[in-house]
């Protein structure tokens, strides 16, 4: 069940409920065990979905899951104040440092990394003409909620907060969230980067990954000394259901405290990398291969891959000649029939070692790399044990034989233009001659 919670102080959050009460089916209901101020007296129920109304802004709400009937994650509707003009934006709660709006200090409500990604989602397929759609850092409270919860806002001035489209476009993103759950396996914790995150939003929006808590910048000031904030650090990944980070900067010292809590930083790359791709089959991949910050990349029969592996090498002619033809082509033939394969020169170039989902496979994989090399040779072909490459070329020694000096009726000749010697023509045809070249795998 998903928890709506309205705030009266909060022109924009009121504006996003009478929308929210408009877009569904709503039954009235009456609690007496609360005050109205709290949540109590009417409140709505639809299917999936709870919403209650409270005096106070959202960010002084702590504990405000009680007033409901065990939901499985909360959102605060929501303005947003800044200079950021139209924006329609949503993150999780708590403080790294000081608590200066809401909260605790160094404490962090439970976050809900997959319906940040589901929202952030939502906002693109909702968002009206001028709005834009991004994501925050944790940034103030509440700290304890009670549950997995968001902040989902309508930003960034007056205008925005009395504007019908946006106000209704927020409630539908709101409304989307229902059945939504709020966790994911694939989470990171982010630290550093800017308060609006355009790292961690890329994050979201452009892999399989989801994001927790963020500490930008100017929170980890706040925390101080990250060895000395060991506890904050921890909590950031309970309270994200974490195993990752992503850090965006330079914080030697952070990293050093995140891998001494036995949590893993991981590269942005990594993240791309891996979307799609089983855990366990990357941590295998990458023990058996080389890392993808080193140059592992993965194949499309990867995405969902729950089998065992092979692994072995390319053949080394094929594929130098391969990758000499049409690189591009090269990474695409390998991808399209291994699990995995290692890269170099920036991830542009195969490297030879590749997993496999089964060594009867590997012929495959010579085919599709002796099909790059049709667009430099007449014939190619797969023999047992070697793809065979045949090319007509223009032969120096047969035009001698034909009488043709070098000069410049040598030169139009292996241009392919016939010429005239002692009154007989030399055609291009005359002085070709097939050569095969054997890549053996």
Not at 41 to 63: K, P, S
Not at 336 to 345: G, Q
Not at 400 to 425: D, K, N, Q, Y
Request: hydrophobic share 40%.
């Amino acid at each position: 069940m998903l928890a709506i919670v309205v705030s009266r102080a909060d022109e924009a959050s009121e504006h996003i409920g009478e929308h929210l009460l408009e877009l569904a089916e709503w039954t009235e209901h009456e609690d007496d065990t609360r005050s109205d101020e709290n949540g109590g007296g009417r409140y709505y129920r639809t299917d999936g979905a709870e919403l209650r109304t409270f005096d106070d802004l959202h960010l002084y709400l702590d504990g405000v899951a009680a007033a409901f009937d065990g939901p499985d994650m909360l959102v605060f509707a929501s303005r947003h104040s800044g200079d950021t003009g139209a924006l329609l934006t949503a993150h999780a709660t708590g403080n790294f440092g000081p608590a200066e709006y809401g909260g605790y200090t160094g404490s962090l409500a439970r976050a809900a990394p997959n319906a940040l990604s589901a929202v952030r989602r939502a906002f693109e397929e909702h968002a009206p003409e001028g709005y834009d759609a991004g994501i925050e850092c944790t940034h103030h409270g509440p700290s304890s909620v009670g549950c997995p919860s968001l902040f989902v806002e309508l930003g960034s001035g007056e205008a925005q907060w009395e504007d019908a489209e946006g106000a209704e476009a927020v409630a539908r993103a709101i409304l989307d969230l229902r059945g939504v759950d709020p966790a994911t396996d694939r989470a990171v914790v982010g630290f550093g980067g800017n308060h609006y995150a355009p790292r961690f939003d890329r994050v979201v929006t452009e892999t399989d990954w989801g994001v927790g808590h963020i500490a930008a910048d100017w929170a980890l000031e706040e925390m101080g000394d990250p060895h000395e904030a060991r506890a904050v650090v921890a909590k950031a990944f309970q309270a994200s259901g974490a195993d990752h980070a992503l850090v965006d900067g330079d914080y030697p010292d952070l990293e050093a405290v995140i891998e001494g809590l036995g949590f893993e930083v991981v590269s942005e790359t990594w993240l791309r990398e891996t979307t799609g791709v089983p855990l366990d089959l990357v941590a295998q991949l990458e023990r058996d291969l080389t890392p993808v910050d080193d140059g592992l990349r993965f194949g499309d029969p990867a995405e969902g891959y729950d089998g065992g592996f092979y692994v072995d090498e390319l053949p080394t002619e094929l594929l130098d000649e391969a990758n000499g033809v049409d690189r591009e082509a090269v990474l695409e033939a390998v991808a399209s029939v291994a699990l995995a394969y290692e890269t170099t020169e920036g991830a542009t170039l195969a490297s030879g070692p590749v997993a496999l989902p089964e060594a009867g496979i590997y012929r495959d994989i010579v085919e599709e790399l002796a099909a790059v090399l049709e667009s430099k040779y007449d014939t190619v072909s797969v023999a047992d044990d070697a793809v065979v490459a045949r090319r007509e070329a223009f032969d120096p020694d047969l035009a001698r034989e034909a009488g043709v000096e070098e000069g410049p009726a040598f030169g139009r000749l292996s241009s392919g233009e016939p010429v005239e010697i002692g009154g007989e023509t030399v055609t291009p045809d005359d002085v070709r001659r097939a050569r095969e070249q054997r890549f053996p795998f």
